[in-house]
């Protein structure tokens, strides 16, 4: 139970480490955990689909260049090819507050309290991910059982998580870090070719920028040259829960912290959370104390998404109750 902290900015000791691997394991337990069927990419469709049918428009590869805002209060986005959309009810932002604050609103100042508190606003410790091809999933020597989980946990103890996440905040490439390995193929075979395999490893927690490696192994102080070295020790790892699985290996692509930033900007450091989630950001101080609801200092501008109550992995709740308080 404890291992499910981790994704949330949890370790053992920290306030809140107890209660909230407590409330994701029995919301896991009441309502289980949806996987989409053929991909992940099944739940966008489904949704871009349903706002489709709503009547709403979809624009993609169309950067916006600024939110603009007069007299206090959002009334257009205008994109990176020239076109304005204007609102007549809202701007809604699901980016990172941090981008939407620090560069595209424009044409209304901003208050210095809440300037202060983006500033400081943490983001939460990195994550690499590990993608491989297999010819067949892991013999997990814990149990045969363990080849139909969608998830396995390794993160033997508390004392090891408490010490990863000190590891990790210090700066340092943890020793043995906390691993969630995905199986999809375990309940969804068409994801791969017939026989064969997909296995996904989430590494928690590491540092955004290296100041040294924990173990004593790794020179490498950026991530371009350290993660295949640290993805070896990640294999090597699951190997002593799983014997034998790099000879099941056909290929693997690794990305690391900075990888992840770069393929998506909301991923400051690789934080997939958008902020730490300790108790001085978050419920009513999550993004800005004095800014909850999900509105903003500019009148007509909203914000939702993971930086937003109820905060990282609850899907769509934060857009699903801003819409409902929107609509009155």
């Not at 809604?92 to 620090?102: A, G």
């Not at 991910?129 to 020597?141: A, G, R």
């Not at 998830?151 to 969630?180: F, Q």
């Not at 200092?297 to 801003?322: E, K, R, V």
Request: hydrophobic content about 45%; charged content about 15%.
């Amino acid at each position: 139970m404890a291992a499910w902290g981790l994704h949330l900015d949890f370790p053992p000791d920290a306030a809140g480490g107890a209660m909230f691997p407590y409330l994701e394991t029995m919301t896991n337990q009441a309502f289980g955990m949806v996987i989409g069927d053929g991909g992940a990419d099944v739940i966008i469709k489904a949704m871009t689909n349903l706002l489709k049918a709503k009547g709403g428009e979809l624009y993609l590869n169309s950067p916006v260049s600024s939110v603009d805002a007069s007299g206090g209060r959002a009334r257009a986005v205008t994109l990176a090819d020239g076109r304005t959309l204007t609102a007549r009810k809202a701007v809604i932002s699901n980016i990172h507050p941090q981008l939407l604050f620090n560069g595209l609103v424009r044409g209304s100042a901003l208050p210095a309290r809440f300037t202060k508190g983006l500033a400081t606003y943490r983001p939460g410790p990195g994550a690499m991910m590990i993608h491989l091809t297999l010819d067949d999933l892991p013999d997990w020597s814990a149990s045969p059982a363990l080849r139909s989980y969608a998830y396995v946990h390794i993160a033997p103890s508390l004392s090891m998580m408490n010490r990863l996440y000190e590891e990790a905040i210090s700066g340092l490439l943890p020793r043995e870090p906390a691993l969630v390995v995905g199986q999809p193929t375990a309940l969804d075979p068409s994801r791969a070719p017939a026989g064969k395999h997909v296995l996904w490893v989430q590494v928690r927690v590491l540092p955004a920028e290296i100041s040294g490696d924990a173990a004593g192994e790794i020179a490498a102080t950026d991530w371009d040259a350290a993660k295949e070295d640290y993805a070896d020790r990640v294999l090597s790892i699951i190997e002593n829960y799983a014997p034998g699985l790099r000879a099941k290996i056909r290929g693997r692509a690794v990305w690391s912290p900075l990888d992840l930033q770069t393929e998506n900007p909301n991923l400051i450091g690789g934080d997939s959370l958008s902020g730490s989630h300790h108790l001085d950001q978050n419920f009513l101080f999550r993004p800005v104390a004095g800014y909850t609801r999900y509105r903003s200092p500019i009148d007509g501008l909203y914000m939702c998404g993971a930086a937003t109550w109820p905060g990282a992995g609850t899907g769509a709740g934060s857009g699903f109750m801003l819409a409902q308080m929107l609509a009155g």
